[in-house]
Each structure stands twice: as structure tokens, then as C-alpha cells.
């Protein structure tokens, strides 16, 4: 239990800045470069500078990677793409906050209840194929 823990308290938490950034990427869904991030974020007060110091921080925690580059006149720009979903970082923040595994029904519903959506069967839906999708992986796990 303790291990279980250590683990998730290594979550590596980002500053508002990084978050901010990793929803330029998600909302993107494309590569980017910092020339690009520097002209999609105009409205933020972000110099060239602190934007290469949040990829490079990004970079580090493991949440970016580098998947290619692009010529911009003389010189070549990195191209970054998320390396984890919104969804994968929501879950281990809630993970690192000591949520534990036999929590997690209860969380969902807590996030259905919180989000109050008028599409409750359609969410319900969604929820139902996710667990036939689980099951079915694991009756393969036990074939195995």
C-alpha cells in the first residue's frame, strides 16, 4: 500500500502556466512548434523565452514530446506533441490526491452528478460500453 503511495505521490503536478500550455496542445491536436505556441497564445503575457522554459519543463515531467521539426528561414524549430490526455493527467492528479482504486465508481459519480448533463442516457451509454470493453479485456487476460 505504501508503495502504491509513493507511486502516485511522484505525479508530476504542473505550475497554471504548463497547464495552460498542455491546453493549447490538447485543444491543437496537431504538432506544435514554440513559434506557433508563441502566435496561438499572443493573448497570454508569454515571451519566446518562457515558453521554451515551459517546454523545457514539460519536456522533463514527461508530459511532451518531440516528434519532429520544421524550417522556419535559416533555422529548424522542434515540433511537440502531448505525450498524455487530458483525461490520463485529470486521472492522476485525482490519483495523487489519494484517491484510491475501489474509489473510482464513486468518483464517476460524483463527476456525472457534478457535470449535471441533460444526456444522462447517452452518458450511460458511454459507460456501459466502456465496462463491456474492460470485461472483455479481461476475460482475455484470464485466457491467457
Known amino acids: 500500500m505504501l508503495k502504491t503511495y509513493m507511486m502516485y505521490k511522484k505525479t508530476k503536478h504542473l ?6 500550455l ?3 496542445f490538447w485543444e491543437q491536436k496537431i504538432p506544435l512548434t514554440s513559434v506557433e505556441i508563441s502566435d496561438i497564445s499572443a493573448d497570454r503575457s508569454w515571451n519566446g523565452n518562457y515558453v521554451h522554459m515551459m517546454l523545457r519543463s514539460l519536456l522533463k515531467k514527461g508530459m ?3 516528434c519532429g521539426s520544421v524550417q522556419y528561414g535559416t533555422q529548424y524549430a522542434r515540433q511537440f506533441v502531448p505525450s498524455i490526455t487530458k483525461e490520463q493527467y485529470a486521472a492522476k492528479l485525482v490519483m495523487s490526491k489519494g484517491i484510491k482504486k475501489n474509489s473510482i465508481a464513486a468518483v464517476t459519480v460524483a463527476m456525472v452528478n ?3 448533463e441533460s444526456g444522462g442516457e447517452e452518458l450511460i451509454q458511454q459507460l456501459e460500453e466502456i465496462i463491456e470493453e474492460l470485461k472483455s479485456k479481461g476475460a482475455q487476460g484470464e485466457k491467457s
Do not use: K, P, W
Open 22 to 24: 498542455m491546453e493549447i
Open 15 to 20: 505550475t497554471n502556466s504548463e497547464e495552460d
Open 64 to 66: 511532451i514530446t518531440v
Open 114 to 116: 457534478e457535470a449535471d
